[in-house]
């Protein structure tokens, strides 16, 4: 018995030992660089040191590495890492004027990110020469010193339109150009965003970030102010150099359109759902062959087919004639039409008018898709694994037709149907003693789906609220699997299902939820 033990052990040691090797032989394999060219010198690696006392150890790291990104083309060396061991792959023959396109490159980054004053102090190649393989290996490395980031000292914001003005100052707390803060260009244009995005909230439809513009001023006021003694000067000049401060102040952009920068309220609401995509959409808007249905004051719906009831076309629109322009729900009542399955494009038109107030009138264009699809597939698969666990089995071929038919608009009603239907078998193609059956397995299933684009009770009030879409799946399943002589099982499973989805967070719940297996031997 002892014998035995020792015998097991020396087995296990070689197996991992051989192991070992393979996996060292492989990791090994992996390591070095492919396709170098041969006597000639080429880029091996590329370091950056950035010098800082402003960052700590993991902000200077992550900045190096971003740094690394920004290298011209001819300097960047492609590699893959296998558990630990990198590979050079196809590295391009070094060239020294490659080097000052580099540091621009570098430069106007460190510049997008606020520091104005990096000095690039260095530059440094090392060379490998490998006689054996003929290869002349170049390592570089970038020595910057960043010098002081710019802060911002003052924000403000000057508009012409007291309404905007308000508007931007309501909202100047969560701006990231406060004084203290960073300056960077990224940050000013995610300003420009921010506050053009709130303007179009609330009606300003007009205004783009083009609209606005941003003045900076690096100047010091005690440098230009005439009652400054030269002492004072001297002393704010020391303290400016080791401490670059900004002053920010956003305006409208000076333009010959005056409408641009006006609050505009919906004047009308025009819903095509019949567009194809040969149609102009210019003529359209002007085709007096459409049916018209004003489904609320100032919402018509122009159809040529009555493809679609209309509940189901007003009941996605919330855009709400004699309201103030929302962006919001512009784009929530896009997404709700494209979302809901009958119609494979969305596009829209507007016009303005002036009455006492400016208005807008919204065209939307609904192109349909294929209503009726149907699709059949045929599968095929082979076991040639025969293992402990499935040596009952022997080898078996398996083979499957599925058959998909789906209806995007049931009833008019934008109800999505899908009807799932499969079959198979498995066939024993190395018949036995022990399994003598050519026929080993049957296998039907077929699945029901309908897709309803709307919430049912209860949850039907979250529609009127802030979600972005919503529907209620009904599902049922029926499975049957006969493995002949061992058993037979039958199992139906039929489900509610509420499903609705804000931003990237998506909610489901289902309830019913009924499942029935029968098992007969």
Not at 77 to 105: C, E, H, K, M, W
Not at 333 to 343: A, C, D, F, I, K
Not at 474 to 479: R, V
Request: aromatic share 12%; hydrophobic share 35%; net charge positive.
């Amino acid at each position: 018995m002892v014998l035995t033990n020792k015998h097991e052990h020396t087995s296990s040691f070689l197996i991992y030992a051989v192991l070992a090797c393979f996996g060292f032989a492989f990791i090994t394999g992996c390591a070095g660089v492919k396709n170098p060219p041969k006597n000639r010198p080429y880029v091996y690696n590329n370091k950056i040191i950035v010098r800082t006392a402003d960052l700590n150890a993991e902000q200077r790291n992550l900045l190096e590495e971003q740094l690394l990104e920004y290298l011209d083309d001819s300097l960047q060396v492609q590699s893959i890492s296998i558990l630990g061991r990198t590979r050079r792959i196809n590295p391009p023959v070094f060239d020294s004027a490659n080097i000052s396109r580099s540091i621009r490159y570098m430069n106007g980054y460190l510049n997008s990110i606020g520091y104005y004053n990096a000095r690039f102090d260095s530059f440094t190649v090392k060379r490998d020469e490998k006689p054996e393989k003929n290869e002349i290996r170049m390592s570089n490395t970038f020595y910057i010193s960043l010098g002081k980031s710019i802060k911002v000292e003052s924000l403000v914001y000057r508009f012409k339109n007291k309404d905007l003005q308000l508007l931007a100052d309501s909202v100047k707390p969560l701006s990231s150009l406060l004084p203290g803060n960073l300056y960077s260009k990224e940050k000013v244009a995610a300003e420009l965003d921010r506050l053009s995005a709130l303007f179009r909230q609330n009606g300003y439809m007009r205004i783009s970030r083009s609209s606005l513009f941003v003045e900076a001023d690096t100047i010091d006021p005690v440098m230009i102010d005439i009652e400054s003694r030269p002492e004072e000067q001297v002393i704010s000049a020391i303290n400016r150099a080791s401490n670059p401060l900004i002053s920010l102040t956003v305006i409208q952009k000076p333009v010959s359109d005056s409408t641009l920068f006006l609050q505009y309220y919906i004047d009308s609401v025009f819903l095509y759902p019949e567009v194809k995509p040969t149609d102009d959409v210019a003529r359209i808007t002007s085709d007096s062959n459409f049916s018209v249905y004003e489904y609320r004051p100032g919402f018509f719906i122009k159809t040529k087919n009555d493809l679609y009831k209309m509940k189901l076309l007003g009941s996605k629109n919330y855009l709400v004639p004699g309201t103030r322009y929302i962006e919001s729900n512009f784009f929530k009542t896009l997404n709700s039409y494209s979302q809901m399955g009958p119609w494979e494009q969305v596009d829209s038109r507007n016009t303005t008018r002036f009455d006492s107030v400016p208005l807008a009138s919204f065209h939307l264009f609904l192109y349909p898709a294929k209503k009726q699809t149907f699709q059949v597939d045929l599968e095929g698969s082979q076991n040639n694994n025969i293992s402990v666990s499935n040596a009952l089995a022997g080898r078996f071929l398996a083979i499957a037709v599925n058959g998909t038919h789906r209806n995007r608009n049931v009833f008019k009603n934008g109800i999505q149907s899908t009807t799932t239907a499969t079959m198979g078998f498995e066939l024993n193609n190395t018949r036995t003693s022990d399994n003598p059956n050519f026929f080993q397995t049957f296998i039907v299933y077929l699945a029901q789906t309908y897709s309803l684009p709307k919430l049912l009770k209860p949850f039907h009030g979250l529609e009127r609220k802030n979600i972005d879409v919503g529907r209620t799946n009904i599902n049922l399943n029926a499975f049957y699997t006969e493995r002949f002589k061992f058993f037979k099982q039958t199992s139906v499973n039929t489900n509610l299902q509420w499903e609705w989805r804000k931003g990237r967070n998506t909610a489901t719940f289902s309830l019913p939820n009924f499942e029935t297996v029968f098992l007969e031997q």
